[in-house]
């Protein structure tokens, strides 16, 4: 295994909300763990509103966490400041879903691209800034033409090309890709994801992967993070979670994608209702209410992820 390049431990992030004149504290982020080695797509999945792109923004700090640590290649991420900082900002870079989120329409794509060069200072002069443009546009499948164009006038597929290049433009080593291809029309999906995973060979990326497709994670991840309402409830080997989830939550993931072999369905993993609301959390564990497998303890005590045998996946259930 290579060496831990993203450390996250216990991290919490929450923020507050009003609904119908009370204040809340919604917990998004509730405590999670996990590690990404270098040269590793590590996939975050899980359903809307479970705290993936919480988790996503706090690494890149753009959401400030109430708790927990960050470590970038031993670095300590939440109290960098200064060059430190700005540093860290050119080696985590995040791709969005909609690359209107980090194009400005009002920019060239070429302005765009550069943006975090031009910060920091990058570009040896204005004949390196216009290569180092048409060099990363091209690393993306674009035409260097493609510079002086404005978001408007690209394609949905050309857009997400352009929002890559401008997160790989300085050359970062972690790449946190929220929900990178969802947006996208199925067949210009695969292009896209096939473009991600030559990157990550071609460029020696790391990659945090977040979807809420179980089908995409498992063709771009080696390992798998199942979240539930701000926590991990599985993480394994990609394999290891499309073949044999462990999780109740994880199989009721996986028994909702459809299967054409009704061999390869599996038995057992119905589950009931909504989840249940982040303004109104159980004392126990978030999933008991729709679980098949509760049982007391469950509605009293929060489950720690911890190894089980035989594989020493990690799980957070009482009762596997
Ligand atoms: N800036 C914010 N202010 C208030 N609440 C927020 C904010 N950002 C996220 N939340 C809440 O935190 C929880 C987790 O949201 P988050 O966007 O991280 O989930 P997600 O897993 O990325 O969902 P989706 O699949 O819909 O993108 C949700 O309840 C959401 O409403
Ligand atoms: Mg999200």
Redesign the pocket.
């Known amino acids: 295994m290579n060496a831990t390049i993203l450390d996250v431990r216990d991290l919490k992030t929450s923020?507050?909300?009003k609904r119908a004149g009370r204040k809340y504290r919604?917990k998004?982020?509730d405590g999670v763990s996990l590690s990404l080695a270098a040269g590793e797509v590590l996939g975050i999945v899980?359903?809307?509103?479970?705290?993936?792109?919480?988790?996503?923004?706090s690494i890149v700090r753009l959401?400030q966490p109430d708790s927990g640590a960050i470590g970038f290649k031993g670095a300590d991420v939440l109290g960098a400041r200064g060059q430190a900082l700005r540093d860290m900002r050119l080696n985590l870079r995040m791709v969005f879903?909609d690359p209107y989120a980090s194009l400005n329409p009002r920019r060239s794509i070429g302005d765009s691209v550069a943006e975090a060069g031009d910060i920091n200072r990058v570009f040896k002069s204005r004949a390196d800034r216009a290569a180092r443009i048409a060099e990363t546009l091209s690393a993306v499948g674009l035409e260097p033409s493609f510079a002086t164009r404005f978001p408007h006038e690209l394609s949905g597929g050309q857009r997400q090309r352009a929002g890559i290049a401008r997160a790989i433009l300085p050359a970062p080593a972690v790449i946190i890709a929220?929900?990178p291809v969802s947006a996208l029309d199925v067949s210009v999906q695969a292009q896209v994801l096939n473009l991600m995973m030559d990157l990550r060979e071609r460029l020696g990326l790391s990659m945090l992967f977040?979807s809420?497709d179980i089908g995409v994670i498992g063709q771009i991840s080696d390992r798998v993070a199942v979240?539930y309402m701000?926590r991990v409830v599985e993480l394994s080997d990609a394999r290891t979670i499309l073949d044999r989830a462990a999780h109740p939550y994880t199989r009721a993931l996986m028994a909702a994608v459809p299967k054409p072999d009704p061999s390869q369905r599996i038995a057992g993993a119905i589950e009931t209702g909504e989840p249940p609301s982040?303004l109104n959390r159980p004392a126990g564990c978030a999933y008991a209410a729709r679980c098949p497998l509760v049982s007391e303890r469950c509605r009293a005590e929060v489950p720690e992820l911890r190894p089980l045998a035989p594989d020493n996946r990690l799980v957070a259930c009482h009762n596997l």
């Open positions: 923020f507050n909300v919604v998004a982020v899980g359903e809307s509103g479970c705290g993936k792109t919480t988790v996503g923004r959401v879903q929220d929900e977040i809420h979240m701000g982040q």
